[in-house]
């Protein structure tokens, strides 16, 4: 599995992703509903608060390895910090809401519309996280172990219906970042980040 994925953080990241979302999006909603569904709603929003929480701590610490470990350039550098900077923005706080709906919960105390004003921010700064994520690894390449290689100024090839389809690539540049993960585009490979943060 490690020749295919460099490290374990694509995997985790999902679940992060898809359970607080689950969980801001049912506690937006449960307000407005009624007995008996509000109160399962409200049980499965906690659920997935809890359980998403569990998992950003894996995804934090997969994270942290790949920031140290993966093969890269400064300007990818500068992407996968800006996505790190962000990640612990979105640990920090959900973790934080994780032990307040904890503590409430145990106490049989309603969470309150400042709980989910912060859980909806929460859920901004998780996309924005997410998007940089995304950034780091489809612009910069991070992680990503070989592209397909182009013939001129496009390479055919054929799918399942027989049929050619034509794919240019783009001209990245030598500042797009490391695009094959077999070595970095300016000696980085990061033992301990040579270049300037």
Same mark, same amino acid.
Not at 27 to 43: A, E, N, S
Not at 137 to 155: C, D, I, N, Q, T
Not at 167 to 172: K, S, V
């Given at each position: 599995?490690?020749?295919?994925?460099?490290? @374990?953080?694509?995997?985790?990241?999902?679940?992060?992703? &898809? *359970?607080?979302?689950?969980?801001?999006? /049912?506690? +937006? $909603?449960?307000?407005?509903?009624?007995?008996?569904?509000?109160?399962?709603?409200?049980?499965?929003?906690?659920?997935?608060?809890?359980?998403?929480?569990?998992?950003?701590?894996?995804?934090?610490?997969?994270?942290?390895?790949?920031?140290?470990?993966?093969?890269?350039?400064?300007?990818?550098?500068?992407?996968?910090?800006?996505?790190?900077?962000?990640?612990?923005?979105?640990?920090?706080?959900?973790?934080?809401?994780?032990? @307040?709906?904890?503590?409430?919960?145990?106490?049989?105390? &309603? *969470?309150?519309?400042?709980?989910?004003? /912060?859980? +909806? $921010?929460?859920?901004?700064?998780?996309?924005?996280?997410?998007?940089?994520?995304?950034?780091?690894?489809?612009?910069?390449?991070?992680?990503?172990?070989?592209?397909?290689?182009?013939?001129?100024?496009?390479?055919?090839?054929?799918?399942?219906?027989?049929?050619?389809?034509?794919?240019?690539?783009?001209?990245?540049?030598?500042?797009?970042?490391?695009?094959?993960?077999?070595?970095?585009?300016?000696?980085?490979?990061?033992?301990?980040?040579?270049?300037?943060?």
């Amino acid at each position: 599995m490690f020749e295919i994925i460099p490290n @374990w953080h694509p995997i985790f990241v999902h679940f992060t992703v &898809a *359970l607080f979302s689950l969980a801001v999006g /049912l506690f +937006v $909603v449960t307000p407005f509903l009624k007995p008996p569904l509000q109160d399962q709603w409200r049980i499965v929003a906690r659920w997935a608060l809890w359980f998403g929480a569990g998992f950003t701590v894996v995804t934090g610490l997969t994270g942290l390895y790949a920031y140290n470990t993966v093969a890269h350039d400064t300007p990818s550098h500068a992407a996968m910090t800006d996505h790190r900077n962000w990640a612990i923005a979105t640990i920090v706080l959900f973790l934080g809401l994780a032990a @307040w709906s904890i503590v409430r919960t145990q106490r049989k105390q &309603a *969470l309150g519309a400042v709980f989910i004003a /912060l859980m +909806v $921010v929460g859920g901004g700064v998780l996309a924005s996280t997410a998007w940089r994520g995304g950034e780091a690894v489809f612009r910069y390449g991070l992680g990503v172990m070989s592209l397909p290689k182009a013939e001129g100024e496009g390479h055919a090839h054929e799918h399942g219906d027989g049929a050619a389809h034509v794919q240019t690539m783009p001209d990245m540049g030598a500042d797009s970042g490391n695009m094959t993960g077999d070595a970095p585009v300016s000696d980085h490979h990061d033992g301990g980040h040579d270049h300037d943060h």
